[in-house]
């Protein structure tokens, strides 16, 4: 199995900056596609951004410009670079990943995408 850890999450005033990163560890072969994802309290959850194993980006409009997304491979790590933050940015956000590698040990090698527990990120006014 494998565990996703976020970290860097915290309080900023609106303008501010953070740098959330999400380590993935265990049983793992390779991980295909990594994203961030966010949830605020009474709103569905949403899709930040996300990142393939080559590289390429994909990023909500509403924060397009302002955060970056990256990884490192040889880590299992990705990071989400977010710059001048807004209140409507406030929201747990979590860490994705596709996963291939040994899930259980009585089964052989799956894919399967694993999540993060999140971390809270507030802006303020």
């Known amino acids: 199995q494998v565990q996703l850890m976020e970290s860097g999450g915290g309080l900023v005033q609106a303008g501010g900056s953070l740098r959330l990163s999400c380590v993935a560890s265990?049983?793992?072969?390779?991980?295909?596609?990594m994203g961030w994802y966010r949830q605020a309290p009474g709103k569905q959850r949403e899709l930040v951004a996300t990142?393939?194993?080559?590289?390429?980006?994909n990023y909500a409009d509403s924060v397009q410009g302002r955060f970056t997304i990256s990884r490192d491979n040889a880590e299992n790590t990705v990071r989400l670079q977010m710059n001048s933050l807004k209140p409507e940015d406030t929201a747990v956000y979590s860490c994705?990943?596709?996963?291939?590698?040994?899930?259980?040990?009585?089964?052989?090698?799956?894919?399967?995408?694993?999540w993060g527990q999140g971390t809270q990120v507030t802006v303020s006014s």
């Open positions: 265990g049983s793992i072969f390779s991980i295909n596609d």
């Open positions: 994705n990943a596709n996963i291939k590698g040994y899930r259980a040990k009585e089964q052989g090698v799956v894919v399967y995408d694993a």
């Open positions: 990142i393939t194993s080559g590289g390429r980006t």
